[in-house]
């Protein structure tokens, strides 16, 4: 079930930055990777669902390496001219 809140999370981050505000958006999607990343570190096996691929640690470094790089090249990327 907490599965299906990072999805939802992911999903409005991925329509904000489809819309709108493309910086905004990706940082929408890597706040839901890093709650994906607290919540597979503090749940259970049986209750993480389908965040739980792997195992525990590497699920986590995954999902904090891949937040942690969405929110650097949201912050480095130079603003185009219109």
Known sequence: MFYLVVLLVTGGGLAVAALDEWRTGIRIVSGALLLA???????????????????????VGI???IAAAL?????TIPDQPV
């Open 37 to 59: 990343a607290v919540l597979r570190l503090v749940l259970p096996d049986r209750d993480a669902g389908m965040l739980a691929v792997r195992h525990r640690a590497l699920d």
């Open 63 to 65: 999902l904090v390496l």
């Open 71 to 75: 929110l650097f090249l949201a912050a």
